[in-house]
């Protein structure tokens, strides 16, 4: 395996609609091949096969994941100052994004 990501479509009776990748990663190897399209690319299918028409996910501000996310279509929509306090003290913005999956999103 090189990457994976989950796809998780949101319980709220307001919110089903809407589908959030989590715990997505590339091994190092992978990365920059085109791997992470295509996994969006599945992961988007699979959120519209569930019904949604928008897609989510977030991460940690000024990192390569934010330019990546942006590269493959997201859009900012939120950027929470300090969101995250990692390991040994460092501290990112948490960034929130997302993308439409069908005219229907907006
Ligand atoms: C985040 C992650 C999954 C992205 O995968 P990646 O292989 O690094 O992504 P890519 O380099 O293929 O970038 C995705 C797209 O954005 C484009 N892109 C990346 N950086 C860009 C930039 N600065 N400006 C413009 N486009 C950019 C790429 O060209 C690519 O488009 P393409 O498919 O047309 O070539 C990967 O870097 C990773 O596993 N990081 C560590 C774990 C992590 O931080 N996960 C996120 C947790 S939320």
Do not use: K, N
């Amino acid at each position: 395996m090189l990457g994976m990501t989950t796809v998780r479509r949101l319980e709220h009776r307001m919110c089903r609609h809407r589908a959030e990748l989590g715990g997505f990663v590339i091994l190092p190897e992978a990365r920059g091949t085109g791997l992470a399209r295509r996994i969006v690319g599945v992961a988007g299918d699979w959120a519209r096969e569930l019904g949604c028409s928008v897609l989510e996910v977030s991460c940690r501000g000024g990192t390569r994941a934010e330019a990546a996310y942006v590269g493959l279509g997201f859009q900012v929509w939120g950027r929470l100052p300090g969101g995250f306090h990692d390991r040994g003290g460092v501290v990112f913005d948490e960034v929130r994004l997302w993308m439409a999956l069908s005219a229907e999103a907006v």
